[in-house]
């Protein structure tokens, strides 16, 4: 199967071959130690051989319920946060054609997410929206307590046993939860919807390639076999070569040795197509919540060129050099189209004529990856066959495994995120949850005192 490949040529005039591979007996250790599950952070590592266990009666179930909801409904409402939600819509985004909304074909889902904000006129509107069309929901939750999906959950659940009556939107709602324990799963239990299982030892922003992705994305319409396929693919090429030819460990030995000999604090995940916005939020969160921790971590940004090179591009170009770029290139776009000759050419636009507008992008790409590099600016090269699933199953394992690695590197648990509990807990004392009363009129006199002199 061809792969997805790294390309670090544009780092070199940074970074030596010596330096880049410094700590690779450190790195090797760590493969070793998160293949074998023997790392000190064992408990969250499901991810790593998940795809290559998933059992065949498995992924058939999911099939299966995905094609009985996909009967009845017209629209997906997927609710989640964070890595409940992130990795199912960037890859929704990334196989569905652009402007899929206006060329829907009979059949077909649209999907619509809620829970990953709290913003009033959001659900409202999605409520109003949701009374035109048949519709089912897919909610995500390990624990049941985030407020988020929470909010989203009870207001949708409200609206559709109203609509349905109790009985049939019981056969409309899926719940992907922990197997044992939770609110969701309680309630899953006591209203009789069909629940799928999140690993207890996967963490939410590895889950995508589970349940968690795998059943919203089945209803879809996704061919979820060829993105476990993918990624069963890169577990093998990567778990199985301890060699420094493992771009797994090779882009975390760079992150590294940027971070930690160049100063390089920020990190531009940068693509060239737009259907990857989503993507690059993903992995926005896989990074930033695995490794910001201790007052560590390199800033995960992300830019979408050449868009952002009428905006960013100067300071990039010339501004303070704290960043490097990792480039997702894909190589073959999926469609064509060629920019005809002008008899007139009042635009001037005839040197072009008969070039296909892909490589165009690509002559872009190249054009900025050399302006860059060559203006202290560190580049890595990642090469994407093109945006198909078994593709887009290799990428997502590749930066699952290369994040992990690249934690452990940094000297930080990848997998868990206590930071993320200081604003919830804050949330639920300025909610009035029962058990934080005495955070609450703590977080009230610091509101008085500085927000209401």
């Known amino acids: 199967m061809e792969s997805i490949s790294l390309n670090y040529n544009f780092v070199l005039d940074y970074l030596s071959e010596e330096e880049i591979f410094k700590d690779f007996e450190i790195a090797k250790k760590h493969l070793t130690d998160l293949i074998n599950k023997t790392t000190t952070f064992s408990d969250y590592i499901g991810w790593i051989d998940y795809a290559s266990n998933l059992q065949k009666e498995d992924l058939n179930e999911i099939l299966e319920y995905a094609e009985e909801l996909r009967d009845k409904i017209e629209v997906l409402v997927v609710i989640g946060i964070g890595g409940s939600y ?56 390990k624990s049941g307590t985030t407020t988020e999906p929470s ?11 109203q609509k349905y009556g109790v009985k049939e939107a019981s056969k409309r709602i899926y719940c992907v939860t922990d197997k044992q324990k939770g609110l969701l799963k309680k309630l899953a239990d006591e209203k009789g919807y069909k629940t799928f299982y999140i690993p207890h030892n996967i963490g939410g922003r590895y889950s995508v390639l589970t349940p968690v992705g795998l059943l919203p994305l089945a209803i879809a319409g996704v061919d979820i076999e060829q993105l476990i396929k993918g990624a069963i693919f890169m577990e093998k090429n990567l778990t199985q070569n301890l060699s420094n030819s ?50 560590k ?29 990792t480039i997702l290139n894909v ?38 990856l050399i302006a860059h590099s060559s203006d202290n600016v560190p580049c890595v090269l990642i090469n994407i066959p093109t945006l198909t699933e078994k593709y887009i199953g290799q990428l997502i394992y590749f930066f699952e495994l290369s994040c992990a690695i690249s934690g452990l590197l940094l000297g930080v648990n990848p997998f868990n995120q206590p930071g993320v509990e200081a604003y919830k807990n804050n949330l639920f004392a300025l909610l009035g949850k029962p058990g934080f009363e005495n955070k609450t009129n703590y977080l009230r006199k610091i509101i008085e005192e500085k927000l209401n002199k």
């Open 297 to 325: 971590g390199i800033f995960p940004a992300s830019a979408l060129f050449t868009t952002d090179l009428h905006s960013l591009g100067q300071l990039i170009q010339e501004g303070n050099k704290i960043f490097f770029e």
């Open 86 to 141: 992130l990795g199912t819509r960037a890859i929704l985004e990334m196989v569905r054609k652009n402007f899929y909304y206006l060329q829907k074909k009979e059949n077909e889902i649209e999907v619509v997410f809620a829970g990953n904000n709290i913003n009033e006129d959001y659900l409202h509107d999605l409520i109003s929206v949701l009374d035109n069309y048949e519709y089912g929901v897919v909610v995500v939750s």
């Open 246 to 295: 493992n771009i797994a460990i090779t882009y975390a030995l760079i992150r590294n040795a940027l971070y930690k000999t160049k100063n390089k604090l920020i990190e531009i995940l940068v693509s060239y197509n737009p259907k990857m916005f989503y993507f690059l939020e993903w992995w926005k969160q896989l990074f930033g919540e695995s490794e910001g921790k201790n007052g």
């Open 331 to 368: 190589e073959k776009s999926l469609s064509h189209l060629i920019i005809p000759y002008d008899e007139n050419n009042i635009d001037e636009l005839n040197y072009i004529s008969y070039k296909k507008i892909g490589e165009i992008n690509h002559l872009a790409t190249l054009g900025t």
């Open 151 to 161: 909010i989203a959950f009870r207001i949708i659940n409200h609206h559709i046993e």
